[in-house]
């Protein structure tokens, strides 16, 4: 499988013109849904991976398909299961007769958009085998380095409501996800439109390619170049810093965390048309961005605490910059 070379770095215009073509292209099929799906765009374009936790029939599935196929990238997706084995996910060698000699056989994480469905309902052992993908792409497989196909996007899902049969996931693997989106029922009306659009056909098989992967790569690059002001810089640290010091918390928020929100405002400025974040891109990312990644203590979670109130609260002491 090759990989994607990516084209010129797009100008703020052109930047925010594909964006909107691809959102665009999704709420053609995902309705009522649009600041998830800005959500996951940005995710896409800081780099970073996503966490979709929602309950069943909400549009997962086919959020994560139609991403792949707006792209035009490739899609596969794995069934975790309480059996899956780490090498049904990277890849293993295997025995071929006719030479005498062992071959490679690429895992589904040799791909463009990768949907890790029901994560947590395989074992820790074969959950820890996207480790190393989602935070280095690439796998290791008897001492040899495989770099995967550019991009690279994990969306994995999980029910929040099922306990029975499932692993909860480790923190080192939550800490990998850039993001975390919850879905939701759609309004009424959306829910109306999804019934009528599906009356013949589903609005998926009409979906068409309107961005290609070397474009996606340099969108990508053109975020890293976003300014980012010392002063906002501190401002995420410190927000970070308060969860570490909070009693509440058995587990703060670590350096991953605040590079995350970092390359998240940046991505977040770039498709508002800015070349520099503000405080308020921060603000509004700090909650999807970090209370996933954090840990409540046993007396803190039975209590009634959430994570998101954890941040929320952290955004409230925290003096804004100016």
């Known amino acids: 499988m090759t990989l994607q070379t990516a084209a010129v770095i797009p100008s703020n215009s052109q930047f925010a013109q594909s964006v909107n073509t691809i959102e665009k292209n999704l709420a053609s099929v995902i309705k009522g849904k649009d600041s998830s799906i800005r959500l996951l765009l940005t995710a ?19 959020l994560a398909k139609s991403l792949a196929r707006s792209i035009d990238g490739i899609f596969r997706r794995v069934q975790f299961t309480p ?27 040799f791909t463009n958009v990768l949907l890790a469905d029901e994560i947590n309902r395989t074992s820790p052992r074969t959950q820890s085998a996207l480790l190393e993908v989602m935070s280095e792409n690439q796998v290791t497989i008897e001492g040899q380095r495989r770099d995967l196909p550019q991009p690279f996007f994990v969306i994995a899902t999980q029910n929040p409501v099922e306990f029975h049969g499932t692993y909860p996931l480790p923190e080192a693997q939550l800490d990998r996800f850039a993001v975390r989106i919850t879905l939701g029922y759609p309004d009424r009306s959306s829910e109306i439109e999804v019934l009528f659009s599906q009356n013949d056909h589903h609005p998926f098989d009409n979906l068409a390619p309107v961005i ?10 053109r975020v890293k170049t976003v300014k980012v002001d010392p002063a906002i810089a501190d401002y995420i640290v410190r927000i970070v810093e308060a969860t ?25 400025a770039c ?52």
């Open 44 to 62: 896409l374009l800081a780099g970073g991976h996503v966490l979709l936790e929602d309950v069943p029939g909400t549009g997962k599935t086919t």
């Open 212 to 221: 290609s992967g070397a474009e996606v790569l340099a969108l990508q690059s």
């Open 83 to 109: 059996d899956l084995l780490p090498a049904d996910i990277t890849g293993s060698s295997f025995y071929n007769p006719t030479d005498g000699h062992f071959m490679f056989r690429e895992g589904p994480v």
């Open 244 to 268: 570490r010091a909070d009693p509440r918390l058995r587990l703060g928020l670590s350096p991953r965390g605040s590079l995350a929100l970092y390359r998240m405002s940046q991505a977040s």
């Open 271 to 322: 498709i508002l048309g800015r070349d520099y974040i503000t405080p308020d891109d921060v603000r509004t990312l700090a909650v999807p961005v970090l209370a996933h990644r954090i840990a409540l203590d046993t007396k803190a979670k039975y209590g009634g605490i959430k994570n998101d109130h954890i941040i929320e609260e952290a955004l409230q002491k925290i003096p804004v910059p100016r």
